[in-house]
């Protein structure tokens, strides 16, 4: 149950990113969006590290668009503040979300609180 919980932010994360992508038309990001949560399947270090950068690059994303869209509505006088402050949040959630992806143990590292082991 604990999982559940640990991957729900990360599935959440890549949900709206891929609602983003959808709606500029943009199929092929959908599909990269829509695997990472797949990904989480993968026991292996490698699958881990690429859902946390597929994260941070939508936390970028995020902030893309956020400077886009902020900047056209100061070209054309209108606000701009609620719309800065719900993306960032986005970026920011999409962004922290990748610190709930855990990563496994490299072959060969000790666990936490224990000693390597001698070979001799």
Do not use: C, D
């Not at 994303?61 to 209108?78: D, H, K, P, S």
């Not at 800065?84 to 143990?105: E, F, K, Q, Y």
């Amino acid at each position: 149950m604990k999982s559940v919980f640990r991957a729900l932010p990360i599935v959440l994360s890549a949900l709206v990113l891929a609602a983003h992508f959808y709606r500029s038309r943009n199929l092929a990001m959908v599909a990269v969006s829509l695997t990472l949560p797949l990904l989480l399947f993968v026991r292996e270090r490698w699958s881990a590290r690429v859902v946390q950068a597929g994260l941070v690059l939508g936390a970028l994303e995020w902030v893309r668009t956020l400077a886009f869209f902020a900047g056209q509505r100061m070209e054309v006088g209108r606000p701009w503040g609620r719309l800065a402050v719900i993306l960032g949040v986005v970026a920011a959630l999409t962004a922290l979300s990748a610190l709930a992806v855990r990563v496994p143990l490299a072959a060969g590292a000790p666990a936490a609180g224990r000693e390597p082991e001698a070979t001799s």
